[in-house]
């Protein structure tokens, strides 16, 4: 993973320029240049929290002086009420960088809860199966995205396209068919762990017989998908299940014995935890 750190900095910036711009004139307007103020950052519903550390940083950047104090870690499960962070410091300084870092935590805390949800389903499953993310992030946002997997439980995938070789559908027909991109491939499977998708039983079969690190079981019904498995496993193969999965049909995804389950959804469909701050003194 790239450096979190360096990439917080860069967001943070870039979030502050888009929201305060030259600066914040409602607060200038009103709140007293002296005023100082103390503030609660609660979660209004149950959750895992993740962000805080950007938080921080949100209004270290707005200014020095706003003490950040967390009261819980990243990755911890709360309950709706639970005071998470107290801010302390220049009124107007908290008030102006309140909403970039609840956007932050809001959102990487949904992503985070969501993971922990698809994780105690697989978790009731015996076998050692791994949640995985994908790239179906918010582009600009993929570092603390798949952070908040981790937070939540998950675990990473791919970064990018450059950290791994993942042969889809697209393809496999713009190279002229499995065989070919599987031709294609002999003599790269070395350098970088290989993974094939494969939509068949016959693909699976294919991709296997020439021994990537990992086949792609995308959208198959459960039972394709335990055959695929099985075939698979036969061939000291490893799996992943990928497409329509849900917090429904993990569970039963995860008994077929794949390896892996890919989720799409952690990332680009996860929904923000409801979090706020509030002033209890001045």
């Known amino acids: 993973m790239k450096n979190i750190k360096e990439v917080t900095d860069f967001l943070v910036k870039l979030a502050l320029a888009e929201d305060v711009g030259p600066g914040d004139i409602t607060t200038r307007a009103v709140v007293p240049k002296e005023r100082r103020a103390k503030a ?3 979660a209004k519903e149950n959750g895992v929290i993740c962000g805080l550390g950007v938080a921080a940083e949100v209004f270290r950047h707005v200014d020095r002086r706003i003490r950040f104090v967390p009261k819980v870690k990243d990755g911890a499960a709360v309950k709706r009420g639970k005071v998470i962070a107290i801010v302390s410091g220049p009124a107007r300084g908290i008030l102006t960088g309140e909403r970039v870092a609840l956007n932050f935590l809001q959102h990487l805390s949904g992503i985070a809860t969501l993971t922990r949800k698809f994780k105690t389903q697989i978790s009731k499953v015996k076998t050692k199966v791994k949640l995985l993310d994908t790239r179906k992030t918010l582009p600009g946002l993929r570092v603390l995205e798949k952070y908040a997997v981790k937070v939540g439980g998950g675990v990473n995938h791919r970064m ?3 950290d791994a070789i993942l ?3 697209n393809h496999i027909k713009l190279a002229g068919g ?3 991109a599987l031709k294609a491939l002999k003599g790269k499977m070395s350098s970088k762990a290989v993974e094939i998708e494969a939509g068949t039983i016959n693909e699976a079969k294919k991709a296997s017989e020439v021994r990537v690190a990992r086949v792609l079981l995308d959208n198959m019904n459960v039972k394709t998908l335990r055959q695929a498995v099985r075939l ?3 061939a000291g193969v490893k ?3 990928s497409g329509g999965v849900n ?3 993990v569970r039963a995804i995860a008994k077929t014995g794949v390896d892996y389950v890919s989720v799409g959804a952690l990332t680009h469909s996860a929904r923000a935890l409801d979090i706020s701050l509030k ?3 001045s």
């Open 160 to 162: 990018g396209l450059y």
């Open 232 to 234: 698979c496993k036969k």
């Open 279 to 281: 002033v209890v003194s």
């Open 178 to 180: 499995m065989e070919r």
């Open 40 to 42: 609660e950052i609660r």
């Open 167 to 169: 042969v889809k559908d």
């Open 247 to 249: 917090l429904d049909n």
């Open 239 to 241: 799996t992943e299940a």
